[in-house]
């Protein structure tokens, strides 16, 4: 319940009209004592060109990344092919420490407006720096729909889904978030706003620290 009222704080302030917005650093929900000490984060893709606008929030075990109004796809007959789907990678490297950690759950926030005949998709994968192995999450959403599209920490992966930095090494995290709108003979829209992360954390023994 918790985390899902954090959602929906960060997600209320940035669906107000802009003109009513305040700092982020007065509305996004104050950091606690986190295990997981977050050292660097750089944005970039073609949702959040150079990070213009890109912003994050640690608290505890959960990382909110807040997305730019970029991070918009959209379709119709006056967009571009390639307006339909845009997307914003998060690398982000922690401080070191005697744990390892994973992705247990996602949640996040958006807006749609979807005319009968469009979809939208929304994607997040995630690998940690020089492993083979790659992790994903994805939701649909059918029209008719002109809402808020979100979803909360309620669905947690399964043990054997989860991705392990590998004890022993630091390895940047590289998280891919994109949001694509399906071909429409109307206008189609969708934005991706906050993605909350949540990690699990295990200790690592006889790693050689």
């Known amino acids: 319940m918790h985390a899902r009222l954090c959602l929906w704080t960060l997600f209320a302030f940035f669906t107000q009209p802009l003109a009513a917005q305040l700092d ?9 004592g986190s295990a997981l000490k977050l050292q660097s984060l750089v944005f970039n ?3 959040c060109p150079q990070g ?4 994050s929030q ?3 075990d959960v ?3 807040i997305f730019p109004n970029e991070l918009t796809a959209e379709s119709g007959p006056d967009s571009a092919p390639s307006q339909r789907r845009k997307n914003c990678i998060a690398t982000l490297r922690f ?3 005697l744990q390892s950690y994973a992705i247990e759950s996602l949640a996040f926030g958006a807006l749609a407006s979807l005319p009968a005949d469009a979809d939208a998709k929304l994607n997040v994968s995630w690998f940690h720096e020089g492993q083979g ?5 994805a939701e649909t959403l059918e029209g008719p729909w002109n809402d808020e599209w979100y979803a909360d920490f309620s669905q947690p992966f399964r043990p054997s889904e989860l991705l392990w930095k590998p004890c022993g090494l630091e390895r940047a995290l590289n998280i891919n978030s994109s949001v694509l709108v399906s071909d429409s003979a109307y206008d189609a829209r969708a934005q991706l706003r906050v993605l909350g992360v ?3 954390r295990k200790n690592c023994l006889n790693t050689g620290y």
């Open 58 to 60: 640690i608290q505890g």
């Open 52 to 55: 213009v606008g890109a912003r």
């Open 45 to 47: 893709g073609s949702g």
């Open 24 to 32: 982020l650093e007065a509305r996004v929900p104050p950091g606690g």
């Open 95 to 97: 401080a070191p420490s």
């Open 198 to 200: 949540r990690f699990k």
């Open 63 to 65: 990382l909110w990344l």
């Open 133 to 137: 192995q790659t992790a994903s999450f």
